[in-house]
């Protein structure tokens, strides 16, 4: 089974350019009261590009297959072509963008270091690091599905009983040629109605906490990630005809933890440190999401891995198990030991 790749563990860590993004956006809107919607809408237009170019990689792939062009020269082009965007990106920086929110006039320097900041900082921190803990890849997910549908024939007996599609299917080779079509398209289905869900309702969950709170909206984001990985943990014991539909409900479900969680979480930052600190407790913030995410992973994989060793079938429900707890000890900590500072002192800060 394949474990979190150490390039994306060194991405997250070292993740100087969602900092200053994150902490540029909190500058820029200025407005205590929109904070967390605007964050949210930072990753909302990042999710769009990154399903915008998967699509034109797709493109890229789907014409070169058709040219009869070998993947390492296809795997060239993609990464050559990246290159356009990237730059058009930059220069959109360097020449329309302007920063517009004021300079603090004592701002310290970007310390990678704790000292500077108070007890309950460090605290969520704390909370964020355990949480990411159980936050293994979302691949696992697909995976999860994946070992369900190919052992229970699911979505092939979904396919065939709709009849145009049945009739579709059929005309590609033998039985299991077919079966292996179906099972390799219904994940990039899933995968995209999950971006479309998370996409539409991101902006309007993330303003939420605005109105009822960082807090409470993060913790109805981990209770409802909790809950998620509680069913994926029964996933494989459903019957065949339910694993379909459940599929697209858990998958639903599991973007409004997105929708809930991303921008609440960046903008209780914002709300517990000085306006001068702001650069580097994002940059803190992102180290300690990346900090637990390499052993999140590894350890999920090796409960997977072990446990389905031991009894067939369980491994998943042990490490999805694992999530859901690790989930719900950090929600209840959140609530416990970490203070939300009133709107008043907020704006006083900002």
Partial sequence: MKTYPLWKFVHRVLLVRLALTTAAVAVVVGLVTYRAQHLQLEREVED????????????????????KTDAVTALRWTFALSIIPGSLAILTIIFFVKEAGPVPKKASG?????????????RYLLVVTLFTLGNSSDAFLLFRVEEAIHKSGAVVDFVNAIGPFGAMVSKFGTGEQQAQLVNILFLPLVWSFFHVIKSA???????????????????????????????????IFLPAAAQ??????????YALYYAFSEGAEKALVADLVPEGERGSAFGLFNFAVGLGALPA??????????????????????????????????????????????????????
Avoid: H
């Fill in 201 to 235: 309702f991101a902006t309007p969950f993330g303003a939420l906490s605005d109105r009822i709170g960082r807090k409470v909206t993060i913790t109805l984001g981990w209770g409802i990630y909790a809950l998620v990985y509680l069913c994926f943990a029964l996933f």
């Fill in 110 to 122: 970007p310390l990678f270091s704790l000292a500077a900041f108070d007890g309950n900082f460090k």
């Fill in 297 to 350: 992973s590894v350890l999920f994989g090796f409960l997977y891995s072990f446990f389905n060793s031991k009894t067939p079938g369980f491994g998943g429900t042990v490490a999805f198990g694992f999530g859901a707890a690790l989930a719900m000890v950090s929600m209840l900590l959140l609530i416990t030991i970490v203070k939300e500072r009133r709107k008043a002192d907020s704006r006083s800060s900002g």
């Fill in 48 to 67: 769009l590009g990154r399903r915008g170019g998967l699509s034109l990689l797709e493109t890229v792939r789907f014409t070169m297959a058709r040219q």
């Fill in 244 to 253: 379909v539909p459940a599929t697209f409900v858990l998958f639903a479900v």
